[in-house]
């Protein structure tokens, strides 16, 4: 007789208890063990919220190298029915073997599940019977459980459901965060004492009475955004540090639709523009993804929304300058350029225009598109192709973390057809879909690679730009971690060909996120180990640090609505010289458009008290000794970069925080 000692964890998370009778079966190389009943002297409390108990399970023999486990538990007389949530189980052999069993899920009565020893198997690797058939179960479980569907035509696929609860229970928010989520206009307007704004279907009469309101919620950026929103420098900082740093590039050519020459700006230093171009101090923000688009129709009214075209100096004393603004893509005599020269108003009006067009593309491009939903694209993938034991499940499951549910709640409560950006953003209503559809075809597999998209944008030398220099160091790390798990587990290139569970991975991203458009460049296949390490890290970084530079400041930039309008309900000026405070507030979005603007804006950037930071990994996933080093280290790398990224902030007026590794949540959570 032999003896194996189990010791089971219990998630530290609400209702992961059970009270019912617990039961093992041991499965190994040569044998199992018999279907044993876990009791102790613990009794009932051997199972409660984050419990860490030890059972015997013997057998007559030894079982040789473990396989798996079974799990299941039954219901008792007049106890209701319950679910538990065990974390994870390790087994002590006779031998002296130690097998750590990741398990992470909820169990419900009379389910018997199994559930792989915690090594990390490719396919190929994966030699016993037993093994392989629950591989296989797996993932025909996975197929019934995640399926595809189309929100609309022409944009990435995404988590069939028909609401939060019928989403498998594995990705459901935890217990807590549901509870202190309410995701929704209503919560977010009484957080911001905004209740009864949301009803004033009527224009801002003065800056004071906006001032009033925001004060009621404000955080040291806000506060600062709020005094110097009007600023051209802080314009052009913008485009750099606030919520949407991708869209900004040099300009080596002036666009032929605008039609900017030297004797109209004014340069600062000694140079014109031509010469200011070739010293590649010129930079552009053009929107021509919005050109041609209806606005929405708010409150009965009409909005407007343009599609401008910015350039901007490199200064001296390098600050990066506004010098020319046209609102519309087609030159014409009632499209004029506007430039800091003219008066206060046309100049102030021309660049809340710009604001307004950088918060739709923003939300629907930069914050939607290429975070949201293609992380969902990753994350349903992933479970629908890959199995728990493969090392890219155990690299990737964090950061797919709670990235279903939220996204769901997105389109239920923000884009369909009574969500608050729906009704209530210049974007909202057939703009949007368009917007979707028209930055789906323009995105590109290297405009998703950071150092690739910096290069191409022509912005490795601009001085100040934050989010680049923190974004490449926190890409080099993720990148330097994924190279040593997946060089790890793959030692050539004819193993990453031959994972077909891998290859599928990849090609179903491809088809159901890029709908197999070629000319983005994303593969449909992976022939070398440094190609997926290369995409793993574009993966981990989207899900991760790219989401938290486009979302986690959109409170700070836009908490104080003139400076990032949700809509604006007159049209731009045809001519100079008409505008005035009067026109500029008319322009503004109604009272009840900021309200649910300024809540939705804070409800999108408030961290949840569950916040899971980069590299940090509460779930074990990874029992070998090599990858939890590769761990550790990353984890370190990680805490270097927070520690040098708080340093120089102490010295920044606006410090940039936002890329902080202390402050990225490891998946797109919120």
Same mark, same amino acid.
């Given at each position: 007789?032999?003896? $194996?000692?189990?010791?089971? @964890?219990?998630?530290?998370? &609400? @209702?992961?208890?059970?009270?019912?009778?617990?039961?093992?079966? #041991? *499965?190994?190389?040569? /044998?199992? %063990?018999?279907?044993?009943? #876990?009791?102790? #002297?613990? /009794?009932? &409390?051997?199972? $409660?919220?984050?419990? *860490? %108990?030890?059972?015997?399970?013997?057998?007559?023999? %030894?079982?040789?190298?473990? *396989?798996?486990?079974?799990?299941?538990?039954? /219901?008792?007389?007049?106890f209701p029915q319950d679910s538990w949530f065990p974390s994870k189980v390790e087994v002590k052999s006779p031998e002296g073997d130690l097998y750590h069993v990741p398990i992470y899920r909820w169990i419900d009565d009379s389910e018997v599940v199994r559930f792989r020893e915690g090594r990390a198997l490719m396919l190929s690797q994966d030699k016993h019977h037993l093994g392989l058939h629950n591989r296989q179960q797996e993932l025909k479980q996975r197929h019934e459980d995640y399926h595809w569907d189309i929100y609309v035509e022409g944009i990435p696929h995404y988590m069939e459901a028909d609401d939060p609860l019928s989403l498998p229970r594995e990705v459901h928010f935890s217990f807590t965060k549901t509870v202190e989520f309410a995701y929704t206009a209503s919560a977010g307007l009484t957080e911001l004492h905004l209740k009864g704004l949301d009803e004033l279907k009527e224009p801002w009469t003065d800056f004071e009475s906006i001032n009033s309101v925001f004060w009621n919620r404000w955080t040291s950026i806000s506060d600062y955004v709020q005094e110097h929103w009007k600023d051209d420098d802080f314009f052009g900082f913008q485009f750099l540090n606030g919520v949407n740093p991708i869209l900004i590039q040099r300009c080596t050519a002036l666009p032929q639709n605008f039609p900017v020459t030297d004797d109209m700006v004014f340069i600062h230093g000694p140079n014109n523009l031509t010469q200011e171009m070739k010293n590649g101090n010129i930079y552009l923000c053009d929107y021509k993804l919005l050109d041609g688009l209806t606005a929405n129709v708010v409150n009965g009214k009409q909005q407007y929304m343009m599609a401008p075209l910015i350039l901007l100096q490199k200064t001296p004393d390098d600050k990066l300058m506004p010098i020319a603004i046209q609102l519309k893509q087609t030159p014409a005599a009632d499209n004029p350029i506007f430039f800091p020269t003219d008066s206060e108003y046309d100049w102030l009006t021309a660049k809340i225009f710009v604001r307004s067009a950088d918060f739709n593309w923003h939300q629907l491009n930069a914050h939607l598109l290429r975070t949201h939903l293609l992380a969902e694209v990753f994350a349903v993938s992933l479970l629908r192709n890959v199995p728990m034991v493969h090392p890219l499940y155990k690299l990737i499951i964090p950061h797919t973390r709670d990235t279903l549910q939220i996204n769901f709640l997105a389109r239920r409560l923000l884009i369909a057809e009574e969500g608050v950006f729906t009704k209530f953003a210049a974007s909202g209503g057939d703009a949007m879909v368009e917007i979707l559809r028209r930055s789906l075809s323009l995105t590109s597999y290297t405009s998703l690679c950071l150092p690739s998209d910096i290069s191409d944008r022509g912005m490795k030398s601009l001085p100040n730009y934050y989010y680049r220099d923190d974004g490449l160091r926190i890409w080099g790390i993720i990148n330097r971690f994924v190279d040593g798990i997946l060089k790890y587990h793959y030692k050539n290139d004819a193993e990453v060909q031959q994972d077909t569970e891998l290859q599928k991975w990849v090609g179903d991203i491809f088809e159901y996120g890029f709908l197999g458009q070629r000319d983005t460049g994303i593969p449909d296949k992976f022939t070398t180990v440094p190609e997926l390490v290369h995409f793993v890290t574009m993966v981990i970084f989207t899900c991760s640090a790219q989401h938290a530079a486009v979302n986690s400041g959109q409170y700070d930039y836009g908490g104080w609505m003139p400076n990032t309008p949700i809509t604006l309900q007159r049209p731009p000026p045809t001519t100079k010289g008409t505008t005035s405070e009067a026109t500029m507030l008319q322009t503004l979005p109604d009272i009840n458009a900021t309200a649910q603007g300024m809540a939705t804006v804070w409800l999108l950037s408030k961290q949840s008290s569950d916040f899971v930071s980069l590299g940090r990994y509460p779930e074990e996933h990874f029992s070998e000794e090599i990858p939890k080093k590769l761990i550790k280290d990353f984890q370190g790398e990680l805490k270097d970069l927070s520690a040098a990224i708080k340093a120089r902030n102490k010295k920044l007026a606006v410090p940039y925080t936002y890329m902080d590794p202390e402050e990225v949540e490891n998946s797109v959570a919120i």
């Open positions: 007789m032999v003896v $194996y000692e189990v010791t089971v @964890s219990t998630g530290n998370r &609400a @209702s992961a208890t059970t009270l019912n009778n617990v039961f093992i079966k #041991l *499965v190994g190389t040569n /044998g199992e %063990s018999d279907r044993t009943w #876990l009791i102790g #002297l613990k /009794g009932k &409390a051997s199972f $409660y919220k984050g419990a *860490v %108990s030890t059972f015997c399970v013997t057998c007559p023999n %030894s079982i040789g190298k473990l *396989v798996l486990i079974e799990l299941d538990k039954q /219901g008792l007389p007049f």
